[in-house]
């Protein structure tokens, strides 16, 4: 089977990996050794103010969230996501306010952002789909206009770039996921990075929040002013993430070479347009015979799948909201394998198959 998605792994991760077990250490709620080296060497790639580490996507946008105060407040973030996204404004006590995507990009529509906007609006929360950028000097325009907070979930767009700089450096909070099939593998990871000029301060909120609420920790006494979580990375993933990082522009310029085939070469009109500036976390196209076609390329070995369905359209989120282009792209959409394992007898394989099918 040519798989959907698939780590890179080689023989440092693996040696990394076994250095850690050796070492017995395996993890602290204090967030030193491995973790704090990844955090500091992430910082840097990103070139953003600060960087805190957790252990997953989902507990990088509770905590981003959780800086912002929502409580009974609007948060405005598109339905096309995986469901965390949601998730992390409800645990927050907000409400989400689902605006439709733009077609080309299947990003949040900045145009159609502003129409939602309302008293109770707090924090716009865009995706960066696939890890294509989404507009953000649009985006950062509205929040500048109505005094909103940005929080960008850029699970897929580690590697990604905005006008010349990488994804991470643009916004107040913006929220990475280290899960194994993202580009920057680890086996459970996630990271905010932070901005504003309070950075210090909500870093060692952050910091607090994400270990039970442990603070002002002097040896082994310490204090706690408020509730956390066990939110903390732990040392393996971070040792194994630290030789992802150093891999992570050679492999997402190897998806960009097999995207570069897939947006030339695949005779569908609707398919995820070609950037320099996208690390292609996945990458999509639209069909009318979903079903169908997935069978057929299933029966050939070729994994694919459905991201995602939109998240108003789950029995919790239920909403009237009206979302066409969501809703079509919800019933049409396909991923299709673009890692970097791929062979090119497989990218081969793939194009005449879904030129085939489709
Ligand atoms: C868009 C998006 N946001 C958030 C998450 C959550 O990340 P994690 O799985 O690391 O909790 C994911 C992960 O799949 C995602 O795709």
């Not at 250490?25 to 050794?33: I, N, Y």
């Not at 099939?181 to 086996?187: D, S």
């Given at each position: 089977m040519i798989k959907l998605f698939e780590p890179d792994v080689g023989i440092e991760e693996i040696k990394s990996a076994q250095n850690v077990l050796q070492s017995k250490?395996?993890?602290?709620?204090?967030?030193?050794?491995k973790v704090l080296e990844f955090e500091n060497k992430f910082r840097k790639y990103i070139n953003s103010k600060n960087c805190i580490t957790v252990n997953s996507g989902t507990a990088a946008l509770n905590l981003a969230l959780g800086i912002c105060d929502i409580k009974n407040k609007e948060v405005i973030l598109p339905s096309?996501?995986?469901?965390a996204t949601a998730n992390a404004v409800i645990m927050n006590g907000g409400k989400p306010v689902f605006v439709d995507v733009d077609?080309?990009?299947?990003?949040?529509?900045p145009e159609k952002i502003e129409n939602s906007i309302s008293k109770k609006t707090k924090v716009i929360l865009p995706v960066h789909f696939?890890?294509?950028?989404?507009?953000l000097n649009k985006i950062h325009s509205l929040a500048k206009k109505y005094n909103l907070k940005i929080i960008e979930d850029a699970a897929h767009a580690a590697g990604s770039s905005y006008k010349n700089k990488?994804?991470?450096?643009?916004?107040m909070a913006v929220c990475f996921s280290f899960h194994p099939?993202?580009?920057?593998?680890?086996?459970t990871g996630g990271l905010i990075s932070i901005n504003n000029k309070n950075h210090k301060k909500i870093r060692e909120l952050l910091s607090a929040r994400r270990w039970?609420?442990?603070?002002?920790?002097k040896e082994t006494i310490y204090d706690v002013k408020e509730i956390g979580n066990n939110y903390y990375m732990n040392e393996l993933s971070a040792a194994i993430g630290l030789i992802q990082l150093k891999k992570l522009d050679k492999l997402n310029s190897i998806r960009k070479k097999i995207v570069k085939r897939y947006y030339q070469?695949?005779?569908?009109?609707t398919k995820m347009q070609y950037s320099?500036?996208?690390?292609?976390?996945l990458y999509w196209v639209l069909v009318k015979n979903r079903n169908e076609f997935r069978k057929k390329l299933s029966k050939y070995k070729i994994e694919t799948g459905t991201?995602?369905?939109?998240?108003?359209?789950?029995s919790f989120y239920k909403?009237?909201?009206?979302?066409k282009i969501t809703e079509n792209v919800g019933k049409s959409i396909v991923t299709i394998p673009c890692h970097p394992n791929l062979k090119e007898y497989d990218i081969d394989k793939i194009i005449r198959l879904v030129n085939k099918f489709s």
């Open positions: 250490l395996w993890a602290s709620g204090t967030g030193t050794g096309l996501t995986f469901v077609p080309d990009t299947l990003n949040i529509d696939g890890g294509l950028s989404c507009d990488k994804i991470g450096s643009h916004s099939i993202k580009n920057l593998a680890m086996p039970c609420g442990i603070t002002d920790r070469e695949i005779k569908l009109d320099k500036n996208c690390s292609y976390h991201h995602y369905k939109p998240v108003h359209t789950f909403s009237k909201a009206q979302l």
